[in-house]
């Protein structure tokens, strides 16, 4: 590709709504143009990354045996509403009528196409494992977009979907998907983790994210250095820091802590450890029961330094539609204000739930449900009842033993790109989609499927591979690998020369270069190309040919290095592997 | 690629919603499912003729200088209403709200969003020409979506937009992409023609269509065999058949045609030729003035042979917003019923507009405004004024004499896949798309629109190119090239050796081939490949090995080929051109 017939557009600065620097660095160098709130057109150098990364989807899944398709992004509402995700969706699903006024949904993912296709065109276990798969724009409208392409609106996304005839081939075919993402991640050249997840609000049994890691990842990604074991932060095990229950060696006394609401002023004020003090949330669990609504109180205790996992508390017998109790609730059933709430003396019953490291506390401290006032020495048994439940309430911290007793936790930051989940059922049950087993007796089918953010990947893997200069892109994604960069190519015949014969051997090589022409002066050149994050350069200038030299430099080499003209192909061809 | 890892699911017969050839033969072939009206899944077989198609006109474009971006299927109205198209284009537009309340197109093109990008991204007449492109999904909230993908809702189209400083610029940038699009029509393997087009509400000032040629072709293309003259039936001019007009002959005469309301039949009562013959054709033209509503009545007269063309009509100064009248308003103005209409003794001033020939008419017939009764014998200037206008107002018909003057023109019937545009500044004046030029002052773009319908190809080529066991892809866009159908894969030893062996060297070829290891008898193995119309089939049996043939059949030819197999992979080779 010559730059002349390209369309290059940089900026010196990116536009004030660009918050992180993927989302600057793709506003500078020409990647993206805005629409909408969310909305994107990518632009020549933009699109270049997103056909790559397709490219690599594409071969992998057709390794993988996933065979591809093309689902409608106009999905009729029938289809939804036997899910009933028509309605669990709730705004984040793009709704839109035809000009009869019928229904139709955005696809934000193709569950329910895919599972109709296959319950029509389907008909015998010999077709079984089957895996459809579709590169697709999607459309979520989300209620904050922001952060360019790693919460847009409108996206593309790889979407897979595996049919299984039991759970044994559905776990089979997760295997080879999730086989598959580690592949397609690594020829990204990207740093990557498959983390255990939370199946979420789409159900089944298991589940996995790909992180890119970066540090300005939205999520934290739990792991363990010495073993297999990682976890994304919602569905990373706590075990209990206290293996058992010590005797009780103080009494309970009711101090005063006069304007310390949070444990770690309480702990300060005693002069105790703030693993000493237990802090109290105050959850409402609304119950409709013959017509009217009943309101449970529940409270939930954490060790003061710990931090609360909401995914956990949901998954407590009785929690799953919890939500924190009003300022009003709390007053109502502990006669205090939120700050001094504790286990002791509620003013109404309340079902305590702890977390696994406080119900083998002892002599600790806690609200004593009065304003200005903490209990120390409280011990479980003799200062208040067992609770009535234990669970894993928190998130891990650095330091944390792994669950699978192999070491101890470590915690980085990662941007989701990618998640595989166990279905199950849940949409072939839903949709009545089976097939003939060996008896001709239909079976409901069991489902898997798989996403990646082709779109977000652009922007994950800047943030993690970036430097004051621009973008530096993994090769196998580059807009381009290699650019040429003449010292005036139109104005000496050499270099022309040269540049050409050069430009012409790499292309025969198979190497997808652009040369510039320009007519740029160099700092402008080297500017644009380091801002777009090409990650080989080679300068071709009349100064270095005297000597029978060009210069090579890698994105992030420090300086350039002068290699002899007529053996820059073959170092070429050994740098990139070709 | 093996069958056995593919997804191919065959029908016998065509679901009965299935009108025409293509759409029966593509649901048979199992390469559309349908999700709701005039939308349709893609399924693996129909995925990988839409890939070939893609590749082929990405490739084209690549070459031609045009520039690969995606824009968005969902775009903000504000876009659209600068331009006026949010009102103008009615329910086919697909609108919708966001969460917010905020509206927004489903894309059916993208000249709003790329003049958008265009005004944003440049600058400077050094950056002109410029031509940005993409393949993207389309809506079109089609009246009555029908023939699948023929006149589907959801499809891909291929869009490009050029932008140039001036007209001259323009016209060559769209004379490049109408060359890019021969090239495109000529690889796809099609038997195609461009023909001039009217812009239509489109506007701008100049567009062909490219047609692909089946006798089931919803258009009628007219072009001359002796010179380069094509143009659609609404475009090609009708010169008038008579040179000049004769002098009067016979009088005014008043005669019964009882109950004869066609010019067919009141020729036939007379015993005159049809050609002596004047249809007349009522329409209204309302004008608001003044806050009222005023009505004039226009009279058309065509050669009681000819056929109205409505375009042309509405080319006539002041016919651009006509319609016909109703029978009240006939009645009103003529005092008669429809079938006895003509320009003499109307009971309200009527503005007579004569097509070129009846205009040049002598001693003609035509309805007397009374019924049951016609005259003969009229003549202009004696017995009626002269015509307020003559104009073409009538459709072509076969042998009449080529516009060009360079022989007569011929008709076939065509599909229309590909438009190309002169758009001028309609959207870059309405948009304030300008770019500087050398003095550094702002000029509007020239702009022009050039759109292939990805999905439509489908069905046109199978239009074009079946016979009654299915479909014959054209080699270039087949699902894939060959297919190696063996005899007892599983069973025979032999086989199973010499298909792999042969599959391995197609392979190594670049032949795209399928072997189809599915252990289906033959006659299935054959009518599922004949049906999804692979253009090349080998078939590898016990019997032949024994003489050491294969045998190799074309989808055309009538009888097999037995080629020796140790030459087959060489006989294949220079079969399809590798």
């Known amino acids: 590709m010559r730059a002349s017939r390209f369309f290059i557009s940089t900026l010196k ?13 793709m506003m500078r160098a020409g990647m993206i143009k805005r629409q909408g709130s969310g909305i994107y057109t990518y632009m020549p150098v933009g699109l270049r990354v997103i056909r790559k990364v397709e490219a690599i989807i594409r071969e992998e899944m057709d390794k993988a045996g996933a065979i591809e398709t093309l689902m409608p992004v106009v999905q009729p509402a029938e289809l939804w509403q036997e899910t009933g995700r028509w309605d669990k969706m709730g705004p984040e699903l793009m709704r839109v009528k035809d000009r009869h006024g019928r229904d139709y949904a955005i696809q934000p993912t193709s569950e329910e196409v895919v599972t109709d296709v296959v319950r029509t065109e389907l008909k015998s276990y010999r077709q079984l494992p089957i895996n459809f798969y579709q590169i697709q724009t999607k459309f979520r409208d989300e209620r904050r977009p922001r952060f360019g392409v790693m ?6 996304m790889k979407d897979a979907y595996s049919f299984d005839r039991d759970v044994e081939g559905m776990q089979k075919s997760y295997q080879i998907m999730f086989e598959a993402y580690q592949k397609i991640f690594t020829r990204f050249g990207l740093q990557f983790r498959a983390v255990a997840a939370d199946n979420g609000a789409i159900g089944g049994t298991g589940s996995h994210e790909f992180h890119v890691i970066a540090s300005t990842g939205e999520d934290a990604l739990v792991y363990c250095p010495t073993s297999d074991y990682a976890a994304n932060m919602e569905a990373a095990e706590a075990l209990p820091l206290i293996q058992a229950r ?5 009494s309970l006394v009711k101090t005063p802590t006069p304007g310390k609401t949070k444990c770690e002023d309480v702990a300060q004020m005693l002069g105790l450890p703030l693993a000493r003090t237990v802090k109290a949330i105050a959850l409402t669990v609304e ?5 009217k609504v009943a309101k449970e109180n529940w409270l939930l205790l954490l060790r003061g330094d710990h931090e609360l996992n909401e995914v956990k508390v949901s998954k407590v017998p009785g929690l799953s539609s919890f939500r924190f109790a009003s300022e009003a609730e709390i007053v109502e059933a502990y006669g205090t204000l939120p700050g001094y709430l504790g286990p002791i003396n509620t003013k109404q019953p309340v079902r305590i739930v702890a977390d696994r490291t406080v119900a083998n506390m002892a002599d600790f401290v806690c609200g004593a449900n009065e304003a200005d006032y903490h209990y120390t020495g409280a011990n479980w048994g003799r200062d208040l009842a067992e609770p009535m439940a234990v669970a894993d309430l928190r998130n891990v911290v650095e330091g944390d033993a792994s669950p699978d007793g192999k070491g101890v ?16 059922t849940a949409y072939s049950a839903a949709m009545n989609a089976t097939f003939l087993d060996e008896n001709g007796k239909p079976a ?15 922007g994950a893997a800047i943030e993690q591979n970036f430097d004051d200069k621009g973008i530096i892109w993994p090769q196998s994604i580059a807009p381009f690998e290699l650019v040429l960069c003449p010292m005036g190519y139109d104005r000496s015949e050499l270099v022309k020369e040269q540049t050409d014969s050069l430009y012409a051997q790499l ?3 198979g190497v997808d270069v652009i040369l510039d022409d320009r007519g740029l002066r160099p700092g402008s050149m080297f500017a644009d190309w380091e801002l777009i994050g090409v990650p080989h350069r080679i300068v071709i200038g009349e100064r270095g040919l005297k000597e029978g030299n060009l210069e090579y430099q890698g994105r992030r080499d420090e300086a350039a290095t002068a290699v002899p003209a007529a053996d820059m192909a073959g170092f070429i061809k050994d740098k990139l592997g070709r």
């Not at 600065?13 to 660095?25: F, K, M, N, R, T």
């Not at 119950?287 to 017509?291: F, I, P, Q, V």
């Not at 936790?409 to 199950?424: N, S, T």
């Open 13 to 25: 600065e990116a536009p004030s709504d660009a918050e992180i620097v993927s989302h600057q660095l």
């Open 246 to 250: 010590a005797a009780a060696t103080e």
């Open 507 to 509: 292309q025969a090589l």
């Open 444 to 458: 409901p089918l069991q489902m898997g499927c798989y996403g990646i953010g082709v779109t977000r990947i652009l």
């Open 409 to 424: 936790l470590a915690i980085e930051r990662g941007i989701e790109v990618g998640h595989v989940f166990q279905l199950g």
């Open 287 to 291: 119950k409709e029961e013959e017509g």
């Open 151 to 156: 919460r847009g609106r409108e996206f593309t």
